[in-house]
């Protein structure tokens, strides 16, 4: 009888038991799944926000390489001549070697190769027989010898707008006062409404300015 009864307690238990570890078999397998699916989900997310990130980078990479970006084109006595592309804050002498250094009919003595240049500039390398360009200089018109520059009048500051011949600090102050009231200058004949600047002023400015936006 007692060994009857400790057999039926041995069932009871190991019945029991068996129950127990289905139940817990049924409850962690769904939870393990479940878990490492989260953990999968959060990689997957991080991954996703690094590879954002990363192109962001990039991104705002490109648009820096952007900013540092200035468009010249220069005319005249060089052997390529062209529209270049080349870093904000470059000189006149990479302009040159860019375009393939300067012909033998050059005026050399035009050339400020230390100058610094400016978006939208336009630069004219003059003929060593260029009449009109030895007569200025040779008046002492426009200070030190340079290469043409067109200087835009809608673009340029106070001290870029000096560097034409004959403009001083008052009358650029004047051209910078007229666009902040009228807006951009349309044409470059619109010069001629600032005070001080007449006919032959005008005359000796018109192949140094533009008005491009």
């Known amino acids: 009888m007692d060994q009857w009864k400790l057999l ?4 009871r238990f190991a019945v029991g038991g068996a ?3 289905v139940l817990l078999i049924i409850w962690f397998v769904p939870f393990s799944q ?3 699916t989260n953990w999968q989900s959060m990689a997957d997310t991080a991954g996703q926000s690094s590879e954002m990130g990363e192109g962001g ?4 990479d490109g648009l820096h390489d952007e900013e540092y970006e200035i468009v010249i084109d220069v005319k005249g006595e060089v052997h390529q001549p062209g529209i270049y592309c080349l870093k904000s804050g470059a000189r006149m002498y990479e302009l040159i070697e860019q375009a393939g250094g300067l012909t033998e009919e050059a005026l050399e003595t035009a050339i400020n190769l230390a100058q610094v240049l400016q978006d939208q500039q336009m630069v004219i390398v003059p003929h060593k027989e260029d009449q009109a360009f030895m007569e200025m200089n040779a008046s002492g018109v426009g200070g030190s010898q340079t290469a043409v520059t067109q200087i835009n009048l809608n673009q340029a500051n106070a001290q870029q707008l000096q560097e034409l011949p004959g403009v001083g600090a008052k009358k650029a102050e004047a051209i910078i006062a007229y666009r902040e009231e009228y807006g951009f200058f349309k044409q470059i004949d619109d010069l001629k409404k600032i005070t001080g600047i007449g006919e032959k002023t005008f005359e000796s400015l018109k192949e140094m300015i533009t008005v491009t936006d």
């Open 57 to 60: 980078t990039l991104q705002e």
């Open 19 to 21: 129950v127990l570890m």
């Open 34 to 36: 479940n878990k490492e």
């Open 8 to 11: 039926k307690d041995y069932w």
